[in-house]
């Protein structure tokens, strides 16, 4: 009997990502297409056999596949057994069009923090209401690829570092509740994205995403100590709903909502 794809597909509302796509196959094998988009792969059970640019190519564990759009390429499974994948779909916010030569030239890179950091915007993108962590992982993965496409020495920060990262927390501290993004307040502060989260992680140890988390997590506590309903404190915090909260505060507090408000006194 031929196991069933499975496939879940979906659009984050995060800028520069047109669409996510998590599958399952085991016989399935891609004829030749192009994508308008980057396409962002990462495979986490088999692998695949590609060819991209009349050269075949392999994508192992280990591997982290970077495909430009407009370039014909197919797919198909190398085991029996099939593969698992997980892709990000990447329009030109991140990646130029300049990038699609390397791009093609060494589509398959061994990196293991790249790797790394792909599976944990897969999981924040997966989670509505992360969307600030998904654009912060976001803009460290693209200036990590564009260093293998374009290796260069790294710039020394520039010296308004300090005076960014407190610009930064002060517009995080002003909308904890309805949130900002990552490339609005880049454009509110008139600075590159990367250079933000850099900033504001080198001054402060923290990520941007989990800075306004944890201030999050701050007010409910004081709400739920109020005797004000999970459900309630979810929405008055700017958690996107009660699962967002619990989730986020039981990794910061040890405990969720409901039992962390059972036990005031």
Known sequence: MVAQPEVSAWRPRVPGVTEVFHAHFTEYA???HVH???????????AVRYDLDRHEHGTPHDTVSLLPPHVPHNGSPVTAHGFR???VYLDGTHLGEDLIGSAVDDPDLRDPVLRLRVGQLHTALGHPGDELEAESRLTL????????????????????SPTLARTLRELL????????GLDEAARLMHAHPTHLVRAFSGAYGIA??????????????????????????????????????TRHFKRLVGVPPGRYRASSR
């Open 36 to 46: 308008e988009a980057w396409t962002l792969l990462i495979v986490d059970d088999g």
């Open 141 to 160: 993965i693209a200036e990590r690829l564009r260093t293998h496409l374009r290796p260069r020495t790294p710039a020394a920060a520039p010296r308004d």
């Open 173 to 180: 501290d002003g909308h904890l509740t309805q949130g900002i």
């Open 30 to 32: 891609y004829p030749m």
């Open 208 to 245: 941007p995403h989990q800075y306004l988390m944890s201030r999050r997590v701050d007010r409910a506590r004081r709400l739920l100590l109020d005797g004000r309903p999970p459900g309630d404190v979810a929405a008055a915090t700017g958690f996107y709903d009660q699962s967002h909260l």
């Open 85 to 87: 994948k997980r892709v």
